[in-house]
């Protein structure tokens, strides 16, 4: 739950996420990962609804480096404007977790995907906006432990950057910044065993 200011219309977003990985095989540390994020947001009276559904494979090439296929199917729902559109996308990530950086431990992520938009309306009129665009994604993580403790876990500060650029066709924007800072239970390597690991408060 978030508060966001958005050139200065100010309004209420809700994120939920539901995630289950499956491990493929007795023993090993590649995963099958089922994605359910859903977002709804309230800004000045604009509401818009998010649901999205993806499907990945995380292969582990060594303990600390992974890589990721994903594919993805989204829709977007805003009544006030009445929009619907339906979004599909394709995607290969690769993470990179270096342990014992300073006090702390570094990630890096990177990632190149495809994204097509399937359908786009206005009032039920299709604009026929059928978008078709590469995404480039880069960016770095640094988590800090902390002394203190959290749920009987370890607690950390981490920060993170990333740049995410779309080639093709053209959109609202060609590059975006993002830039966070939180607080929450340290992690232990790139599989989340706790559900406390997954809860965060901070900046974004």
């Given at each position: 739950i978030g508060r966001t200011n958005r050139q200065g219309a100010v309004g209420t977003t809700y994120e939920a996420r539901i995630s289950r990985a499956f491990r493929l095989g007795e023993g090993s540390r590649n995963l099958l990962i089922v994605d359910l994020p859903v977002s709804y947001e309230d800004i000045k009276g604009v509401r818009t609804l998010r649901a999205n559904a993806a499907v990945a494979a995380r292969i582990g090439l060594s303990r600390q480096?992974?890589?990721e296929p994903r594919v993805s199917y989204g829709y977007v729902y805003a009544h006030d404007q009445g929009l619907k559109g339906q979004l599909a996308m394709g995607s290969v990530a690769s993470l990179l977790m270096l342990d014992n950086i300073g006090p702390g431990a570094l990630t890096i992520g990177n990632m190149i995907g495809y994204?097509?938009?399937l359908k786009a309306e206005l009032y039920d009129y299709d604009v026929g906006n059928k978008t078709d665009n590469v995404v480039?994604?880069?960016?770095l993580a640094y988590e800090l432990p902390l002394k203190g403790r959290m749920g009987g876990r370890q607690a950390s500060v981490r920060t993170s950057y990333a740049m995410t650029n779309y080639l093709g066709d053209?959109?609202?924007t060609d590059?975006?910044?993002e830039a966070s800072l939180s607080?929450?239970?340290r992690t232990r390597g790139s599989d989340?065993?706790?559900s406390y690991e997954v809860l965060r408060v901070g900046l974004i």
């Open positions: 480096w992974s890589i994204t097509k938009v480039l994604r880069n960016g053209d959109l609202y590059t975006l910044h607080l929450g239970v989340i065993r706790n």
